[in-house]
């Protein structure tokens, strides 16, 4: 083999793995500032998350210890943050909104939320909004099984302390 075909050959593999190196880089530095992101969160109500998923442009996690949940989301130019006390909440419940499509063969996915029901009546149901079609990604990714993932999480939790 020449000198030029070696080296043809070296370019050519550079440029097939620099893209994947830098997916991984940018993929690595997401994890990290969601991570952050939510334990700075944890931190105002003297937290530790120990337990948490990041999807899209959104982050929930748990610290256990404490009972208390944290969730962010992105939309658009506004972030939401919630910190909730577990101790406050009833339930835990999974609200898949749906509509029809055009031709009503099938059933489109609106919604999804995970629902706090607060154990005081005049309170409201704290929702966590998990995916919205409106002006999330147009096809559900793993929303679904995470909703119901931290439904049952939450729901383990108020379980284990009211047996306590």
């Not at 993929?27 to 530790?48: F, G, M």
């Not at 998350?49 to 748990?62: E, S, T």
């Not at 909703?147 to 108020?158: F, G, L, Q, Y």
Request: net charge positive; with cysteine; proline share 1%.
């Amino acid at each position: 083999m020449d000198i030029v075909t070696i080296l043809i050959g070296l370019v050519v593999s550079v440029i097939c793995v620099v893209p994947f190196i830098i997916i991984r880089k940018n993929k690595r530095k997401r994890e990290t500032e969601s991570k952050e992101l939510i334990s700075r969160l944890a931190a105002k109500s003297n937290s530790k998350v120990d337990a948490y998923d990041r999807w899209n442009k959104a982050i929930v996690g748990i610290d256990s210890l404490n009972r208390k949940l944290f969730f962010i989301k992105k939309i658009k130019d506004m972030e939401i943050q919630h910190a909730i006390d577990l101790s406050g909440i009833q339930m835990a419940r999974v609200i898949n909104s749906q509509r029809s499509a055009i031709n009503g063969n099938y059933t489109v996915i609106q919604k999804l939320q995970l629902g706090l029901l607060s154990k005081d009546k005049d309170k409201s149901e704290t929702l966590l909004e998990f995916y919205n079609a409106d002006y999330d990604s147009l096809t559900i990714m793993e929303e679904l099984r995470l909703v119901e993932k931290w439904s049952k999480i939450v729901n383990s939790h108020i379980e284990n302390k009211t047996t306590m």
